[in-house]
């Protein structure tokens, strides 16, 4: 078992880095890589802006609850946004992008697979990772990048609402503790998240797809644990990114 474990493992970084080379190969497939790109953002943009209000709200309401406990509701603005543009944008996009869009990419790539296509490609002298897995990583972790400005302002939104309206806050210090926390960093951190949480995504989804197993069958168990591998890998990657992100650099004012 472990050594089956540790040659999929390997298998996936050998797929991640064939993908890596072949994105400066020519001819690249705009044309997929557009389709691709408006299929994964028209399934992903109407539920990620309805569940980053929500998450918003509750961020607000919950550090909002804790600062008034502590005698410091002037620093709620802050803490809510920092909370969302660093940790809570990044992981819905990411959830919404492998559970969407990286369901889909699965889904094609595997009944492709059981069809034979892909064989077919191969003797035909086509690659099939250049031809149909670039475009569907890259279309994942551009919409992964966009989306996460478009949770991120969501959110924000969602939080000074119910923090100001219900939780008696004023848009004053609302605005004026955000700007004393925050910095560009959180914000470049955050796109960076969602880029690299695309990519994984998009190559675990790819990787499933390529490799079914059982006929058609197969190809929904595939799409099964493509999306909860992904899930899984994403909070070990941004649990890593966090921590390597607060050592190098420091709180503003620190």
Known sequence: MILGALRQTGRL???AAEVGRAIFR???QFREFIEQFWFIASV???PAALVSIPFGAVIALQVGSLTQQLGAQSFTGGASVLAVVQQASPLIVALLIAGAGGSAICADLGSRAIREELDAMRVMGVSPVQRLVVPRVLAAMGVAVLLNGLVSVVGILGGYVFNVFLQDGTPGAYLSSFSALAQLPDLYISEL???VFG???GIVAAYRGLNPRGGPKGVGDAVN???VITFLLLFF??????GVYLQLVPPKGG
Do not use: E, Y
């Open 13 to 15: 970084f050998a797929l």
């Open 26 to 28: 020519r001819p690249f």
């Open 44 to 46: 992903t943009i109407l």
């Open 193 to 195: 998240k969602a880029l």
């Open 199 to 201: 990519f994984i995504a």
């Open 225 to 227: 644990q493509s999306v």
């Open 237 to 242: 990657v941004n649990m890593v990114m966090t």
